[in-house]
């Protein structure tokens, strides 16, 4: 009986393993905003100041009505990082910092799928942002400076491939083609457990849903 409970014991540890490697999340992940978080260049296709139409949830509009909205997957990736733990930062280049900090202060991002929660303003899920022109080197370097995070914990979504040289540092990179989405959001994640197959913490979202 003792060998069948412990056969029984190492089948129930073996089981939690394989469920926590697919249940892993990076300490922390980061987003390149124009073509990756919203459909646009902040800097060439917007024209300030911006507004919020009373609390129309994600849109901005600029000068002349054209509108600033999160790619529709985006608020819920938001929220189950938020509900994980993880830091979550902005890493962009734009020459108009001034305006993506202003359109993330106005985007209201409507609660949680099934939840009664009031909306949040995106730049509160943001932990750390790195918005100014130049390398991406440059943007990682301050996130490990600042968070004291290792870059092996770090995970980057961004549309320009020239911005996966951040992996010289030990960054994980995930291109994203047409604007992030779960699928995209998904293969980053897997990309980032294959790479680093021990243990961080589990996702208490992503886990019902796999």
């Known amino acids: 009986m003792r060998k069948l409970s412990g056969a029984k014991d190492n089948l129930c540890l073996m089981r939690k393993i394989i469920f926590a490697s697919l249940t892993r999340l990076p300490k922390l992940v980061a987003f390149d905003l124009d073509y990756t978080l ?3 260049w902040i800097d060439t296709h917007v024209t300030g100041p911006l ?3 009373k609390d129309t949830l994600n849109e901005v509009l600029d ?15 938001l929220h189950r990082l938020r509900a994980a733990e993880v830091t979550i930062a902005a890493a962009s280049r ?9 359109a993330l202060t106005l985007l209201l991002v409507p609660p949680m799928e099934g939840s009664e929660d009031e ?5 509160d899920f943001f932990d750390q942002l790195e918005i100014y022109p130049g390398s991406k080197l440059t943007h990682f370097k301050k996130l490990h400076q600042k968070t004291g995070m290792p870059y092996s914990e770090m995970l980057f979504f961004d549309d320009e491939l020239r911005n996966k040289e951040v992996e010289k540092l030990g960054v994980t990179f995930c291109l994203v083609k047409k604007g992030l989405d779960d699928r995209t959001f998904e293969r980053g994640l897997a990309e980032w457990r294959k790479r680093h197959p021990e243990e961080v913490f589990e996702d208490p ?5 796999m």
């Not at 734009?94 to 202003?102: D, E, L, V």
């Not at 909306?119 to 730049?123: D, F, L």
């Open 38 to 40: 919203w459909d646009l």
């Open 51 to 53: 507004h919020r139409n």
């Open 63 to 77: 000068k002349y009505n054209e509108a600033v909205s999160f790619y529709n997957h985006v608020p819920q990736i």
């Open 94 to 102: 734009t020459s108009a910092p001034t305006s993506a900090r202003s």
């Open 119 to 123: 909306p949040m303003k995106a730049i």
């Open 205 to 209: 979202v992503g886990s019902t849903a």
